[in-house]
Structure formats: C-alpha cells, structure tokens
C-alpha cells in the first residue's frame, strides 16, 4: 500500500510540473536568448571623449600635473603610462648627468684656484 501512495504522488508531481512548462512555454517565459547585433557595452575597447595629455619633448615639473591618460578597458592605457615613463626616465637621465657634470666643473675650477 506505501508503494502505491508514493507512485501516485510521484504521478502527480510529474503531471503538476508537465502541465506548468506547457503554460511557461505558451508565456515564452526564458526565450530571450537572441545574440545582439552591436557589441556589448563594457565589453569593447573605451573611446576616449578627450584626447590624452602627455608631456612635451623636455619635461619640466609643472607639466607632469597636467598629464592626463585615456581611460583604457581596465583602467589606465599602459601604452600611453610607458610612453611618459619612458619619457620621463629619459629627462631625469639627462638632469642628473648635467648636475654631475657641473659638479666635476665645481671640484676642477675649486682646484685649480688652491
């Protein structure tokens, strides 16, 4: 007697849910699975509203506040980061082999007059 109970509750389970996914399907409920014809938003490349603000060729300390980068995907535009990196390596190479020139100018002239 258990035995039948239970297969007729499982019949009718089974004939509740048949009858609920024959209405779902007349609804369309969960056919919205169409691909889009343009990109997703947030998934291509950001375009920039503003072009960047990188530094001029001879960088001095006021034009580094004014730098400003492109939003990329992800954050910053690392072409546009390693370009004024780059830059700026440069223009602080060439400052401080001047200040050790000058400064071997300094010694020899100081010598020079003792």
């Given amino acids: 007697m258990p035995f039948l109970l239970i297969l007729i509750a499982l019949l009718l389970v089974g004939a509740v849910a048949m009858l609920l996914s024959g209405q779902r399907k007349k609804l369309g409920v969960g056919r919205h699975f169409e691909s889009p014809h343009e990109p997703i938003v947030g998934l291509v490349e950001h375009q920039a509203s503003l072009p960047p603000v990188l530094l001029p060729e001879n960088p001095r300390a ?4 004014k ?3 492109s939003l990329g995907l992800r954050g910053y535009r690392c072409d546009q980061v390693d370009d004024v990196l780059d830059l700026l390596a440069a223009e602080i190479t060439t400052l401080e082999n001047t200040i050790r020139d000058l400064e071997s100018r300094r010694v020899i002239s100081d010598t020079r007059e003792n």
């Fill in 67 to 69: 730098v400003r980068f």
């Fill in 62 to 65: 006021e034009h580094i506040d």
